[in-house]
């Protein structure tokens, strides 16, 4: 029996396809299904779709400010119902947010009941919570039943949504959007409707206008006259960045804002103050933002800070109690603005969708010129829907006229005829819709009086009609008219108002030493630091006295101990000639034997350690190698910023860093192994940040030993191995002095077999 021919693909109609190519396809219409249809804002009027279906229901639903609110789950199922098939709870969290005074500049919706707090507490459930539309919302659909803009059949078909709104408001940068994509992002801050209505105004006037004629670099005295400053929050605050890094946000349309807490202190009395918080960054929840300054508090990590208290009722209001009245308050709020989140950083990233379907990141100038772009097209079309209805009442009204001149031969017409309206239309040359009127017209029409109101209407009329053709045959007269607009809406939320007044300040942040914003946060306590032979590193609490209690692992011992305060910077020097940083609070605890020095910095393995001592940026150190080369260096340029150290004594092997004394007094004595002693002028030896130093001291083999400075009017003292101490006079010191590079001249008699000073 012969076998079946497979088709190919298979009998049940299964078809081979490029599993690559499929799913680029699929993914592509999914990337851009994301992009257009919910994550980026429309440049136009500032909305996503699903804020854009909420305001089309509500508006279907009546629900203007003048009427009475109505259930959100009424409006949530009509949006969901009709216009948007995805989630009720996404679609009630968009509608929450619109009424949320402290999440949107201008509220699109006027709440009734829980809708949440800046605490992050979510808002009541849909069928508990009552909503209708503001001012704001109504002037984005002014114009939406007068053709302004296109409809589009919704997604089942059995409807029309609008494909944007008419928005006689400029929502995009009012207030703000912030969205994740597919492969892109938009980030906008809420601004100042008046500042944005004098730029609009100066880019009608100067169309070459660039962003920075758009924008105020100082503040008016009259604030009715700064154009765009920067964000304008709703939860204020303070933006502490330059004039000119604001200026490259707005022209590249990425960047990002400084906000800072605003904040005061007040008098408790007797010398005592607390600092009150009184406005947070945008987008920062209030409890949260407590949570983490109790935290910080617990784990010591603000040791000029008592108490954090919330106080807050309508207003916020956070009350840092300072640990004592002598702590400088700027001080203080700056280790507060490191560390938590009354400082925060807004990203700018002005990426949103042009005519409703590109993507991409424009200026400040740009967004302006597409909204007063949208506003004449807007414009336009609204002037043609009224030209066509004013023509089809002109034609009505000329129809009536006829009427009154031939009332009793109309009368007859209808009276007598079968089909009147063909009649009448051959009679008077009349069209379809002039018959049609007179024959629906009231008998009650037909007094005397009605002829005069018709002809006053009809020249009313006519006389608009010319105006709106003018107004559509003039480029000049369409912008004049949106200037209007736009100057109607500025006064309307100008600063004298109480929505339109600008509730973000801007400052310079103040100046402090960064040494001490980091001091002000550890505390100070006193620890002992100590180093072992083999490089491991701990601090023990307290200043301890005796350090031959201290224990080590087997093979290691006490190198160095010195007492210091978890505040002082740790200076380590190496054989390498290196020296790294470490904060004596990151310094392992004292418990066990602590860590090696190679966990805390990056140290190569063939470099030991030399020294380590606190950190006074006002001495200066002498560095000295093993083959007697040396040199000074202020200490303040040997601090390191990073776990590489910093490179300041260039030494090749087998020479190595041997010495790091402080510099004191105007002589230098050098020992080396040799046992042969120089003295000679510390005014030689040159002061570097960087490099290998002048020959010391002259050795046929072996190396320096030891190094003092000093000053030679107060004599050359040193001490032996029982503690005593002896000194050599200016006199006595003769037959050492000499040049540097000097070879030198056995010690004197008395000095320690060790060749140290002690």
């Known amino acids: 029996m012969a ?88 679609i009630y969290d968009a509608l929450v947010r619109l009424a949320q005074s402290f999440s949107v500049r201008y509220p699109l919706v006027d709440g009734q009941g829980n809708f949440g707090n800046i605490d992050g507490d979510n808002a009541a459930a849909m069928r508990y919570t009552e909503a209708r539309m503001t001012e704001v919302a109504t002037a984005l659909l002014e114009g939406i039943a007068e053709d302004a803009v296109d409809f589009r059949p919704t997604y089942n078909e059995e409807d029309e949504e609008p494909v944007v709104l008419p928005g006689a408001f400029p929502n995009l940068l009012a207030n703000g959007s912030s969205g994740i994509a597919v492969g892109m992002a938009t980030s906008i801050p809420p601004h100042n409707i008046a500042e944005l209505c004098r730029a609009a105004l100066h880019l009608i006037d100067h169309p070459d206008a660039e962003v920075e004629d758009l924008m105020s670099r100082e503040p008016a005295e009259d604030p009715d006259e700064n154009r765009v400053r920067g964000p304008d929050f709703p939860t204020g605050g303070i933006i502490v960045d330059s004039f000119e890094t604001i200026l490259d946000a707005y ?38 933002l407590v949570e983490k300054i109790a935290e910080l508090l617990i784990a010591r990590r603000l040791p000029l800070l008592e108490d954090v208290r919330d106080e807050s009722a309508e207003d916020i209001r956070l009350v840092l109690v300072p640990k004592s009245r002598t ?125 005069f109101e018709i002809r006053k209407e009809f020249d009313a009329l006519t006389a608009e009609k010319a105006q709106i053709e003018a107004l559509l045959a003039s480029d000049a007269k369409q912008w004049k008219t949106i200037r209007w607009e736009v100057e109607k809406l500025r006064d309307r939320f100008g600063s004298h108002t109480p929505l339109g007044r600008r509730r973000t300040q801007f400052a310079d942040a103040p100046e402090h030493d960064e040494e001490h914003i980091q001091q002000a946060m550890i505390e100070r306590e006193p620890v002992t630091v100590v180093v072992s032979e083999k490089g491991w590193l701990r601090a023990m609490k307290g200043h301890l006295s005796d350090f031959s209690t201290l224990s080590f692992k087997e093979g290691d011992a006490l190198k160095l101990a010195f007492h210091a305060q978890t505040t002082d910077k740790i200076l380590v020097f190496t054989t390498g000639g290196k020296f790294y940083t470490i904060g004596a609070d990151r310094l392992p605890g004292g418990r066990g034997h602590g860590e090696p020095i190679r966990i805390i910095v990056d140290m190569d393995n063939d470099q030991d350690i030399v020294t380590a001592f606190v950190h006074d940026p006002a001495r200066r150190l002498f560095l000295a190698s093993h083959q007697g080369n040396g040199f000074v260096v202020p200490e303040a340029e040997v601090v390191a910023n990073t776990r590489k150290g910093r490179q300041v004594m260039n030494v090749k092997a087998p020479d190595e860093a041997k010495l790091c004394v402080p510099v004191s007094g105007d002589h230098v004595a050098i020992v080396g192994e040799n046992r042969k002693l120089l003295v000679f002028p510390l005014a030689e030896v040159p002061e570097m940040t960087r490099g290998k130093g002048v020959r010391l001291q002259k050795y046929k083999d ?57």
């Open 327 to 451: 702590v400088d308050p700027a001080l203080l709020m700056e280790s507060l603005f490191k560390l938590t989140e009354l400082e925060s950083r807004f990203p700018l990233n002005m990426n949103v969708l042009s005519h409703g379907k590109v993507p991409g990141v424009m200026s400040l100038k740009q967004v302006l010129q597409e909204w007063l772009e949208h506003r004449k097209e807007v414009l336009v079309r609204r002037s043609r829907h009224r030209l066509g209805e004013i023509d089809r009442r002109l034609e009505i009204l000329g129809g009536y006229l006829v009427a009154y001149l031939n009332i009793d031969e109309v009368i007859r017409i209808i009276r007598e005829e079968d089909e009147p309206k063909p009649v009448m239309m051959a009679r008077w040359d009349l069209t379809d819709l002039q018959a049609e009127s007179i024959l629906n017209m009231r008998l009650r029409a037909l007094r005397k009086l009605e002829e």
């Open 3 to 90: 076998k079946e021919q497979v088709p190919p693909g298979g009998g049940d109609h299964i078809e081979p396809v490029d599993l690559r190519q499929a799913l680029e396809e699929r993914y592509l219409a999914y990337a851009l299904s994301t992009i257009m249809h919910r994550a980026l804002p429309d440049v136009r009027d500032g909305l996503k779709p699903v804020h854009r279906r909420i305001m089309h229901a509500m508006r279907l639903l009546r629900l203007n400010p003048d009427q009475g609110f109505a259930k959100c789950a009424r409006i949530v199922g009509e949006v969901m119902g009709k216009f948007h098939p995805h989630g009720d709870q996404s």
């Open 702 to 758: 072996g190396g320096v030993c030891d190094l003092k400075t000093f000053a030679l009017a107060e004599g050359l003292s040193w001490q032996d191995s029982a503690e005593r101490t002896f000194t050599r006079s200016r006199e006595e010191l003769a037959e050492w002095m000499g040049a540097r590079a000097a070879a030198g001249r056995m010690v004197p008699k008395g000095f320690p077999r060790t060749g140290r000073f002690g």
């Open 251 to 288: 022209r590249t349309g990425r960047g990002s804002f400084r906000v800072r807490s605003k904040w005061r202190t007040e008098d408790q009395g007797r010398g005592t103050w607390q600092i009150v918080v009184t406005e947070i960054p945008y987008g920062v929840q209030k409890s949260r």
